[in-house]
């Protein structure tokens, strides 16, 4: 699963688009739509001056939801990023209600896997997609199979994004086998990922990569991007 986001919205709404559908027809399986927060932990420099500059356009949730709506028709997959407190100060059930049909899972940083159900239990339809990093352990695994999500985003780095992995790392081949191995999550590799070296070495351990930074960087040139995303599937 070849996977990419952009930050929702940015640099203005018709590039955004212009934006989307160069993911979308370049063959990648999935994207991830960042709603813009004003404490992005994290999130690197590149893609956190894009939020900044977003915010500062007056790109809101509702903005972006809204743009999600108008590109429904896309059988790209989609997923929004974005933090807990968006959620909770939109309203559990008014966010979900908002989104419903149209989403294949919601990625929340800041939101331990452990507490997710509590977002289900005040109305939440849309499956959350679990984290794995580093420090996973095989009794966390079970919580991962609670959740309705197909995928497992497994962070390859210790820090921000923009970070650089290293994917013959014995320890990082080790977790993402132990997932694998003990539930029915394809395991997407998130931070690290910047060239087609890095992708192919990601799809060879995992079964998925997600490139944030790098394509963030590109967003204001729909042509740049679009040359990007061919550099990765090479």
């Known amino acids: 699963m070849k996977g990419i986001y952009l930050a929702g919205g940015y640099p203005d709404t018709n590039t955004f688009r212009d934006c989307f559908h160069a ?7 999935f994207i991830e739509v960042g709603i813009p927060f004003n404490d992005p932990i994290a999130d690197g420099p590149v893609i956190a001056r894009a939020i900044h500059d977003s915010l500062g356009n007056g790109v809101t949730p509702d903005q972006v939801m809204n743009e999600i709506h108008s590109l429904r028709n896309s059988n790209i997959k989609k997923y929004v990023m974005t933090y807990a407190n968006i959620i909770y100060s939109y309203g559990i059930k008014k966010f979900s209600d908002r989104l419903t049909g149209l989403l294949n899972g919601i990625i929340i940083p800041d939101l331990p896997n452990r507490m997710a159900h509590l977002f289900h239990e005040n109305g939440l339809d849309i499956p959350i997609v679990p984290f794995a990093t580093l420090e996973t352990r095989e009794s966390d695994l079970v ?19 923009g970070a650089q992995s290293n994917f013959e790392s014995p320890e990082l081949v080790h977790k993402i086998r132990m997932i694998k191995e003990n539930t029915d999550k394809k395991v997407v590799i998130g931070f690290g990922i910047k060239t087609g070296e890095d992708a192919r070495q990601a799809l060879k351990i995992g079964d998925g990569f997600v490139v944030g930074t790098e394509a963030v960087r590109r967003q204001r040139d729909p042509e740049a991007l679009r040359d990007y995303l061919r550099s990765l599937c090479q």
């Not at 993911?23 to 399986?29: H, I, P, R």
């Not at 609670?146 to 210790?158: D, N, P, Q, T």
């Open 23 to 29: 993911v979308a027809t370049s063959g990648f399986d």
């Open 143 to 161: 919580m991962m199979n609670r959740s309705g999500s197909e995928i497992v985003y497994f962070i390859g780095v210790r820090g921000i994004t």
